[in-house]
Protein backbone atom coordinates (compact mmCIF):
# COMPACT_ATOMS: atom_id res chain seq x y z
CA UNK A 1 0.00 0.00 0.00
CA UNK A 2 1.50 3.54 -0.93
CA UNK A 3 2.56 5.20 2.17
CA UNK A 4 1.03 8.84 3.44
CA UNK A 5 3.67 10.53 1.73
CA UNK A 6 3.48 8.60 -1.58
CA UNK A 7 -0.51 9.57 -1.44
CA UNK A 8 0.20 13.05 -1.08
CA UNK A 9 2.82 12.92 -4.67
CA UNK A 10 -0.10 11.09 -6.37
CA UNK A 11 -2.67 13.83 -5.10
CA UNK A 12 -0.89 16.33 -6.22
CA UNK A 13 0.71 15.44 -9.86
CA UNK A 14 -2.75 13.95 -10.60
CA UNK A 15 -4.76 17.73 -9.97
CA UNK A 16 -1.91 18.84 -11.70
CA UNK A 17 -2.07 16.89 -14.76
CA UNK A 18 -6.41 17.05 -15.17
CA UNK A 19 -6.80 20.43 -14.05
CA UNK A 20 -3.00 22.33 -14.41
CA UNK A 21 -3.33 23.08 -10.69
CA UNK A 22 -0.44 24.16 -9.27
CA UNK A 23 -1.35 25.86 -5.92
CA UNK A 24 -2.45 23.84 -2.51
CA UNK A 25 -2.11 24.38 0.94
CA UNK A 26 -1.00 21.52 3.58
CA UNK A 27 -4.01 21.94 5.28
CA UNK A 28 -6.18 20.94 2.68
CA UNK A 29 -4.52 17.82 1.80
CA UNK A 30 -4.10 16.62 5.77
CA UNK A 31 -7.87 16.89 5.62
CA UNK A 32 -8.20 15.26 2.05
CA UNK A 33 -6.61 12.42 3.67
CA UNK A 34 -6.70 12.86 7.58
CA UNK A 35 -2.82 12.89 7.72
CA UNK A 36 -1.48 15.02 10.32
CA UNK A 37 -0.06 18.38 9.09
CA UNK A 38 3.50 17.10 9.99
CA UNK A 39 3.18 13.94 7.70
CA UNK A 40 2.69 16.71 4.59
CA UNK A 41 5.16 18.78 5.54
CA UNK A 42 7.62 15.87 6.01
CA UNK A 43 6.51 14.55 2.45
CA UNK A 44 7.06 18.43 1.09
CA UNK A 45 10.25 18.90 2.33
CA UNK A 46 12.39 16.75 -0.24
CA UNK A 47 10.57 18.81 -2.93
CA UNK A 48 10.75 21.69 -1.32
CA UNK A 49 14.84 21.19 -1.21
CA UNK A 50 15.14 20.22 -5.15
CA UNK A 51 13.14 22.91 -6.00
CA UNK A 52 10.27 21.10 -7.17
CA UNK A 53 7.88 23.22 -5.18
CA UNK A 54 7.90 26.88 -3.68
CA UNK A 55 6.45 27.00 -0.01
CA UNK A 56 4.82 30.44 0.25
CA UNK A 57 3.16 32.07 3.68
CA UNK A 58 -0.38 30.34 2.87
CA UNK A 59 -0.05 27.70 0.27
CA UNK A 60 2.95 26.62 -2.02
CA UNK A 61 2.99 25.88 -5.64
CA UNK A 62 4.06 23.00 -7.78
CA UNK A 63 6.80 24.60 -9.90
CA UNK A 64 8.20 21.09 -11.52
CA UNK A 65 6.02 18.41 -11.71
CA UNK A 66 8.30 16.14 -13.87
CA UNK A 67 10.58 16.53 -11.07
CA UNK A 68 8.23 15.60 -8.49
CA UNK A 69 6.76 12.77 -10.21
CA UNK A 70 10.81 11.40 -10.47
CA UNK A 71 11.57 11.93 -7.12
CA UNK A 72 7.90 9.33 -6.36
CA UNK A 73 9.38 7.38 -8.38
CA UNK A 74 12.96 6.80 -7.27
CA UNK A 75 11.50 5.93 -3.48
CA UNK A 76 8.62 4.02 -5.15
CA UNK A 77 8.89 0.39 -3.66
CA UNK A 78 6.24 -2.05 -5.61
CA UNK A 79 7.59 -4.92 -4.38
CA UNK A 80 6.59 -4.34 -0.85
CA UNK A 81 2.94 -4.19 -2.32
CA UNK A 82 2.58 -7.21 -4.29
CA UNK A 83 0.11 -8.99 -2.00
CA UNK A 84 -0.09 -11.95 -4.67
CA UNK A 85 1.76 -12.93 -7.77
CA UNK A 86 1.56 -16.19 -9.82
CA UNK A 87 1.51 -17.61 -13.33
CA UNK A 88 -1.72 -17.95 -15.85
CA UNK A 89 -1.21 -19.26 -19.53
CA UNK A 90 -2.86 -16.73 -21.09
CA UNK A 91 -2.29 -13.49 -23.28
CA UNK A 92 -2.60 -10.60 -21.15
CA UNK A 93 -5.79 -9.22 -22.58
CA UNK A 94 -7.44 -12.59 -21.62
CA UNK A 95 -6.05 -12.51 -17.66
CA UNK A 96 -7.40 -8.12 -17.56
CA UNK A 97 -10.80 -9.39 -19.11
CA UNK A 98 -10.25 -11.74 -15.84
CA UNK A 99 -9.51 -9.89 -13.19
CA UNK A 100 -12.21 -9.06 -10.96
CA UNK A 101 -14.90 -6.31 -10.58
CA UNK A 102 -13.22 -3.37 -8.14
CA UNK A 103 -9.64 -3.53 -9.20
CA UNK A 104 -7.21 -0.82 -10.77
CA UNK A 105 -4.85 -1.22 -13.50
CA UNK A 106 -1.73 0.17 -13.32
CA UNK A 107 1.51 0.21 -15.61
CA UNK A 108 1.11 -1.88 -19.02
CA UNK A 109 -2.16 -2.54 -18.90
CA UNK A 110 -3.20 1.29 -17.59
CA UNK A 111 -0.75 2.08 -20.28
CA UNK A 112 -2.83 0.46 -22.91
CA UNK A 113 -6.97 1.30 -21.35
CA UNK A 114 -5.79 4.99 -21.05
CA UNK A 115 -4.39 5.75 -24.70
CA UNK A 116 -5.98 2.29 -26.48
CA UNK A 117 -2.33 1.42 -28.24
CA UNK A 118 1.17 0.00 -26.32
CA UNK A 119 4.35 1.18 -27.54
CA UNK A 120 5.41 -2.62 -27.05
CA UNK A 121 3.99 -6.18 -26.39
CA UNK A 122 4.00 -7.25 -22.58
CA UNK A 123 3.17 -10.23 -21.29
CA UNK A 124 2.50 -9.46 -17.28
CA UNK A 125 -0.63 -7.35 -15.50
CA UNK A 126 -0.48 -5.66 -12.60
CA UNK A 127 -3.71 -4.34 -10.35
CA UNK A 128 -4.66 -2.70 -7.66
CA UNK A 129 -6.77 -4.62 -5.33
CA UNK A 130 -8.57 -3.87 -2.20
CA UNK A 131 -9.31 -7.23 0.16
CA UNK A 132 -12.31 -8.31 -1.78
CA UNK A 133 -10.62 -8.07 -5.06
CA UNK A 134 -7.85 -10.18 -4.27
CA UNK A 135 -9.66 -12.96 -2.99
CA UNK A 136 -11.65 -13.06 -5.91
CA UNK A 137 -8.24 -12.84 -7.95
CA UNK A 138 -6.71 -15.75 -5.70
CA UNK A 139 -9.65 -17.97 -6.45
CA UNK A 140 -9.80 -16.69 -10.52
CA UNK A 141 -5.77 -17.03 -10.75
CA UNK A 142 -4.83 -20.04 -8.48
CA UNK A 143 -1.04 -20.47 -7.60
CA UNK A 144 1.05 -22.03 -10.40
CA UNK A 145 4.29 -23.03 -10.73
CA UNK A 146 6.31 -20.55 -13.77
CA UNK A 147 7.67 -17.00 -13.66
CA UNK A 148 5.00 -14.61 -12.60
CA UNK A 149 2.92 -12.98 -15.37
CA UNK A 150 -0.24 -12.01 -12.56
CA UNK A 151 0.48 -9.49 -9.82
CA UNK A 152 -1.81 -8.00 -7.60
CA UNK A 153 -0.93 -5.02 -5.14
CA UNK A 154 -2.69 -3.88 -2.18
CA UNK A 155 -4.53 -0.61 -3.32
CA UNK A 156 -4.92 2.66 -0.55
CA UNK A 157 -8.49 3.36 0.06
CA UNK A 158 -7.92 6.33 -2.05
CA UNK A 159 -6.74 4.97 -5.43
CA UNK A 160 -9.15 5.76 -8.52
CA UNK A 161 -10.81 2.49 -9.08
CA UNK A 162 -10.51 1.17 -13.19
CA UNK A 163 -7.62 2.35 -13.97
CA UNK A 164 -4.80 4.02 -12.05
CA UNK A 165 -3.89 7.76 -13.21
CA UNK A 166 -0.79 8.91 -15.48
CA UNK A 167 1.40 9.17 -12.85
CA UNK A 168 0.82 6.14 -10.99
CA UNK A 169 1.19 4.37 -13.57
CA UNK A 170 4.76 6.17 -14.31
CA UNK A 171 6.32 5.68 -11.24
CA UNK A 172 4.90 2.03 -11.13
CA UNK A 173 6.12 1.33 -14.59
CA UNK A 174 9.77 3.35 -13.53
CA UNK A 175 10.06 0.39 -10.78
CA UNK A 176 9.61 -2.69 -13.34
CA UNK A 177 12.67 -4.78 -14.51
CA UNK A 178 11.40 -5.82 -17.77
CA UNK A 179 13.11 -4.13 -21.07
CA UNK A 180 9.93 -3.10 -22.18
CA UNK A 181 8.49 -1.41 -18.61
CA UNK A 182 10.93 1.37 -20.18
CA UNK A 183 8.99 1.79 -23.68
CA UNK A 184 6.07 2.22 -21.99
CA UNK A 185 7.39 4.82 -18.93
CA UNK A 186 8.90 6.90 -21.70
CA UNK A 187 5.77 6.80 -24.02
CA UNK A 188 3.64 7.69 -21.02
CA UNK A 189 6.43 11.14 -19.88
CA UNK A 190 5.98 12.24 -23.71
CA UNK A 191 2.22 11.93 -23.30
CA UNK A 192 2.08 13.65 -20.04
CA UNK A 193 5.41 16.30 -20.75
CA UNK A 194 5.48 16.63 -24.47
Known amino acids: MLSKKEIVY ?8 EGHQTRFTQLELSKKFSI ?12 RAMGAID ?8 VDAKKTMLYWATIRGLGK ?17 LMPAGVSFTAF ?3 RFMYKDAPADYSEVYAYADTAALDEARRRFPPAAGPPNVFVLKADPFIRKGVVSAPQAFVDLWNLRTWYA ?7 ERRMFG
Request: glycine content about 2%.
Open 55 to 62: VRARHFEL
Open 109 to 111: SAY
Open 182 to 188: RDFADAL
Open 10 to 17: RDILERWL
Open 36 to 47: SLSTVSNALSPL
Open 81 to 97: DTAYSTRYEAPPGEIER
